[in-house]
């Protein structure tokens, strides 16, 4: 079971890191760039937060698909969510480039970030589902 865990974790934060990388494919390398700045994002957010996370779940059992999924959105979304709370909301970091985010009020950058770093973890926790609990579940 725990080199299937390694695979599921080592699936979950690539699959995480996938996510804001995909919409730069056709500039290949800077798809690269966000996806292994991503790659390192992704893989302190499971050991900090997955990998506690589904120890206390799996007391009772492997967790289901339910769990992985709410579990991996968690992960991704609360601590950017956290972050908010300590940053300067005049400071602009959360829109990046004002061209990029045209016609997006200021207010509305504060869902983005907590947006794509939760698809990402539930994107993350699918994939540790797919890999390392769907075979423990049957």
Known sequence: MSDTLGRGWLAAICAASLVPAIPFVPWLPLALAIFVAAFFVAAAHVLL???PLFYLLSRRGPPGVAAALIGGLAVGALPSLILIFFMDPSSGALLGDPAMLEGIEERSGYFI????FGISGLAG???????????AEG
């Open 113 to 116: 970030m907590p947006l794509v």
């Open 125 to 135: 926790g699918l994939a540790f589902w797919i890999v390392a609990l769907r075979g």
């Open 49 to 51: 937060f997955g990998a």
